[in-house]
Nanobody, 130 residues
Framework: QVHLVESGGGLAQAGGSLRLTCVASGRTFSSTAMGWFRQAPGKEREFVAAIKWSGDVAYYADSVKGRFTISGDNAKNTVFLQMNSLKPEDTAVYYC???????????????????????WGQGTQVTVSS
């Protein structure tokens, strides 16, 4: 059984920062990439950022480029999302995801697709006040 557990969500003011952490556990679990998605009330789940462990290649949604940074430790099945310059529109439940499949030439179109991830956390709420 694989479990992804997010932490670090909470309330921040506009312009502030939060750091999310996700740890994946499972007896023999190893991923090829991990990512973050978010879902605001009344909206569909959307891609935020992902990291492919091979080469530590990061992918970002345009809406968070320059403000958010994804990083992690593959050996520890841990991924972080450093969120700076937060905006009220960043308010959402943030979900961690992991995949064990990474085609050779997969790029941002692949890793930004939620359907590519087979493992999901329960989510952590991020609220940004104006």
């Amino acid at each position: 059984q694989v479990h992804l557990v997010e932490s670090g969500g909470g309330l921040a003011q506009a312009g502030g920062s939060l750091r999310l952490t996700c740890v994946a556990s499972g007896r023999t679990f190893s991923s090829t990439a991990m990512g973050w998605f978010r879902q605001a009330p009344g909206k569909e789940r959307e891609f935020v950022a992902a990291i492919k462990w091979s080469g530590d290649v990061a992918y970002y949604a345009d809406s968070v480029k320059g403000r958010f940074t994804i990083s992690g430790d593959n050996a520890k099945n841990t991924v972080f999302l450093q969120m700076n310059s937060l905006k009220p529109e960043d308010t959402a439940v943030y979900y961690c995801a992991a995949t064990r499949l990474s085609p050779l030439f997969a790029g941002d179109a692949y890793y930004s697709n939620a359907a590519r991830y087979g493992y999901w956390g329960q989510g952590t709420q991020v609220t940004v006040s104006s």
